[in-house]
């Protein structure tokens, strides 16, 4: 099997800055993309960043500019560094990872069980 733990989320003040990591362990042969989506009180969960396994990345429109998602590839680990935050940045974080446990089954995808961010003064 394959576990992601979230780290790093908490309490923020408006404009500060906040480091999460999300390590994957397990049966874990490779792993292609890897992301942050993110799920507000009331609202659907969402993308915030992706990277591939070659460095390439995707954001969110709201979060350009402000968040850098990073990874790396010997410690199976996402990092996602986020500046400037907002109200509206408060939300449970969740890290994916599209893992392949061997050479011969397709990947798969995997959720770590979240880690709350609140920007509040």
């Known amino acids: 099997q394959v576990q992601l733990v979230e780290s790093g989320g908490g309490l923020v003040q408006p404009g500060g800055s906040l480091r999460l990591s999300c390590a994957a362990s397990?049966?874990?042969?490779?792993?292609?993309?890897m992301g942050w989506y993110r799920q507000a009180p009331g609202k659907e969960r969402e993308l915030v960043a992706t990277i591939t396994g070659g460095g390439s990345t995707n954001y969110a429109n709201s979060v350009k500019g402000r968040f850098t998602i990073s990874r790396d590839n010997a410690k199976n680990t996402v990092y996602l560094q986020m500046n400037s935050l907002k109200p509206e940045d408060t939300a449970v974080y969740y890290c994916?990872?599209?893992?392949?446990?061997?050479?011969?089954?397709?990947?798969?995808?995997?959720w770590g069980q979240g880690t709350q961010v609140t920007v509040s003064s």
């Open positions: 397990g049966t874990i042969f490779s792993i292609n993309a």
């Open positions: 994916n990872a599209e893992v392949r446990i061997n050479l011969w089954l397709s990947p798969d995808d995997y």
